[in-house]
């Protein structure tokens, strides 16, 4: 099964080695260096009616707003393009407000990571989805 991921982060090394290695799994791999870049956060009335992507891989800290902040304006505004399998990127988990993060649904990981963890991640995210559709 392919998937679509979304990746956003404002170093761009992180993005293209995600990139590289997430199209090496034979996914779809679609990226942005900050969440304001997203084609949906301009649009209050998100028009989109089904997730843009099966799963997205944010940064927590970037220079205009967090990777918290930003899904939490897009449930605010009701979009539906959000992905149900939501990953946030940290340096600092301490810098989190993990109860803001459960509120959300949003899964929590500290960078550095390994490709293994985002492999793992990868292939538990495509058995829910394999396992919602049967």
């Known amino acids: 099964m392919r998937l679509k991921i979304f990746v956003i982060d404002d170093e761009t090394g992180v993005l293209k080695l995600l990139k590289i290695f997430l199209e090496r799994l034979g996914h779809d791999v679609v990226t942005a260096p900050e969440a304001v870049l997203c084609n949906g956060y301009y649009d209050s009335g998100c028009k989109v009616t089904k997730p843009w992507a099966d799963l997205l891989f ?17 449930n605010t505004r009701g979009c539906e393009g959000m992905p149900r399998d939501k990953y946030i990127m ?45």
């Open 58 to 74: 944010i940064d927590y800290k970037m220079p205009n707003m967090t990777g918290l902040d930003f899904i939490n304006i897009m």
């Open 90 to 134: 940290t340096g600092s988990i301490s810098e989190i407000d993990m109860k803001l993060a459960t509120r959300l649904g949003v899964n929590v990981f500290e960078k550095p990571f390994h490709l293994s963890q985002i492999a793992e991640i990868v292939e538990e995210v495509k058995n829910r989805i394999i396992s919602r559709d049967n």
